[in-house]
């Protein structure tokens, strides 16, 4: 008891006195504008996951919701994991065969977090199967995304599922703005690096072909003094 008792204490000492740089690891998580590459980069792909299902919006704005569109990538309360900080037991329970065991949570959550297909195949099935028991009310399908069917029988899972609703919804409104930029931004990245590495080939085609003109030996042409001898086809 001691012993923890020392190891809290050192690390409230360390944060109190700036030894931990608490500000180098909070990301900007308020208005897309101030998002760095790597959150445009988990938000358009949060986006075209979920667009062939109409949900693209959406996801977009659980991943910005969760984990600051993939700057915290982990909740240990909950636990959760992932962009979309889906919830580790109910995945264990879903997707695999094992126990619930602490071992297996810290595999689960490692592969939440490493794979971004996985987490996004993840967010995306637990929306269909609300779009579906939800029979298509959007309100309904956000609210049972967070808190499953227990906001119907709780006032404060209500009250708490009524906010993370309005917390989305606000985020869909604010990303139908910025992800076009996004995407125009990327393409234009990828164009133009496209372009680089196009001009580069060429370059080293141009420079292998110079390569092999230098290299060429004349052949001397056969003088009429020379007798030249035709094998004969098989």
Known sequence: MIRIF??????????????????KIQ????????????????????????????????????????????????NFSDPSAGIYHAHIPGVIKKYTKYKDTSFVRNLVGELLMRDNEFASRVALDNLLFWQKNRKGNYKNIIKSYNKGFSWEKSKSKNKSAEAYYQDI??????????????????????????????????????????SKKQQKIPVSKPT???KVFIMPEP
């Open 6 to 23: 020392f190891v809290f204490f050192t690390l409230y000492t360390f944060i109190a006195s700036g030894a931990i740089p608490l500000d």
């Open 27 to 74: 990301a900007k998580c308020g208005d897309p504008k101030d998002f760095n590459a790597r959150q445009k980069k988990v938000i358009l792909y949060a986006y075209n996951y979920g667009s062939t299902n109409g949900l693209g919006y959406t996801m977009a704005a659980i991943a910005w919701q969760e984990s600051c569109a993939g700057e915290y990538m982990v």
């Open 169 to 210: 919804r606000m985020k869909v409104l604010k990303l139908r703005s910025y992800i076009p930029k996004y995407s125009k931004a990327l393409n234009n990245s990828l164009k133009i690096e496209l372009e680089d590495k196009n001009q580069n080939i060429k370059n080293t085609l141009k420079d292998l072909q110079d």
């Open 224 to 226: 009429k003094k020379d």
